[in-house]
Nanobody
Framework: QVQLVESGGGLVQPGGSLRLSCTAS????????MNWYRQAPGKERELVGS????????YYQNSVKDRFTISRDNPKKTLYLQMNSLKLEDTAVYYC?????????WGQGTQVTVSS
């Protein structure tokens, strides 16, 4: 049974940092590309970025480039999202995600609130 469990969210001031984690189980983590998504209130869920299976290549949406970093620790089956220079508009629920054979797997999400 595939499970993705996010943690690390919280309340942070603008300009601050947070690191999110996503612990995976039930599948061979090191074989799969993984994604971080977010959903802000009243908005559609959007892709934040992705990391390939061996961690060598990443993709980021323009709004988070140079501020966010995705990494992974395959032996620990854990995905990370380091978020720096946080802005008010980064407030959202953040989800880790994988898609295999047209099936989407999501974690429960972790709330990130950026507020002064």
């Amino acid at each position: 049974q595939v499970q993705l469990v996010e943690s690390g969210g919280g309340l942070v001031q603008p300009g601050g940092s947070l690191r999110l984690s996503c612990t995976a189980s039930g599948f061979t983590f090191e074989h799969y590309l993984m994604n971080w998504y977010r959903q802000a209130p009243g908005k559609e869920r959007e892709l934040v970025g992705s990391i390939c299976s061996d961690g060598r290549n990443t993709y980021y949406q323009n709004s988070v480039k140079d501020r966010f970093t995705i990494s992974r620790d395959n032996p620990k089956k854990t995905l990370y999202l380091q978020m720096n220079s946080l802005k008010l508009e980064d407030t959202a629920v953040y989800y880790c995600h994988r898609r295999v054979n047209n099936v989407d797997y999501w974690g429960q999400g972790t709330q990130v609130t950026v507020s002064s």
